[in-house]
């Protein structure tokens, strides 16, 4: 699995880089290869019978398909690293990473202190819901993720003017989408969590009808983050 997550993060090089040239389909493409290929490796070792170790060796294949194409569909030429740029990296990553290391704490730690405060059932009620919730906020971050190289080449061109047009009509076409979804899952919270997990869950229907406002927050201020 170590294995796994260096192939991913060295292939994100690539897949950021497209992300900056506003080429977003060509983006998420090798992610699309590297589901097919983990996915087909693990139903190969699965039907042959092999032992469970293959299956991880299923999410190494996929993250070689995840590298290869990522490499296969870059336009530009890669230079040899130098000293200067791993200086200017570093200086620039650093602070990036206290940021995602802070990150994965704090959608973390409301899990951890749940479960030691209260217990595990309140735990099961929060965690077993805080999942769907969480689908609003992938909506968020794709949008964000369109947002910001779009943003980043107004501001190389100084066009402040139409970066604070642009971040309006974010916030108002983000909240079109997303108000109907996150009241949909306010109104409707009881049915949705018979549908997906079962009866025993009815308690957490009160976490399921807040988290979706926080999400709806989240996706308001997106735009102004950006």
């Known amino acids: 699995m170590l294995a796994y997550f260096v192939v991913l993060l060295l292939a994100k090089n690539f897949t950021l880089t497209y992300r900056a040239k506003m080429e977003i389909a060509l983006a998420q493409f090798p992610f699309f290869i590297e589901a097919l290929a983990r996915t087909g490796a693990t139903a190969v070792f699965v039907i042959l019978g092999y032992d469970v170790i293959w299956i991880v060796y299923a999410y190494v294949i996929g993250g070689l398909a995840f590298f290869l194409s990522s490499i296969y569909f870059f336009r530009e030429p890669v230079d040899k690293p130098s000293r200067e740029y791993a200086s200017i990296y570093i200086k620039f990553a650093i602070p990036l990473s206290i940021v995602s290391v802070s990150f994965i704490i704090m959608t973390n730690i409301d899990k951890v202190l749940i479960q030691l405060f209260w217990g595990y059932n309140q735990g099961a009620d929060y965690f077993s819901v805080v999942r769907v919730a969480r ?86 201020e997106k735009p102004y983050q950006t």
């Open 135 to 220: 689908y609003i906020n992938n909506i968020t971050v794709a949008f964000g993720m369109l947002l910001l190289p779009t943003m980043s080449a107004m501001h190389a061109k100084k066009k402040i003017g139409e970066m604070k047009e642009m971040v309006l009509q974010a916030e108002r076409y983000m909240s079109m989408i997303i108000m109907p979804a996150v009241f949909l899952l306010i109104f409707l919270a009881k049915p949705i969590i018979y549908i997906l997990l079962s009866k025993q869950f009815y308690t957490a229907i009160p976490v399921l009808q807040t988290l979706p406002l926080f999400a709806l927050f989240d996706t308001l």
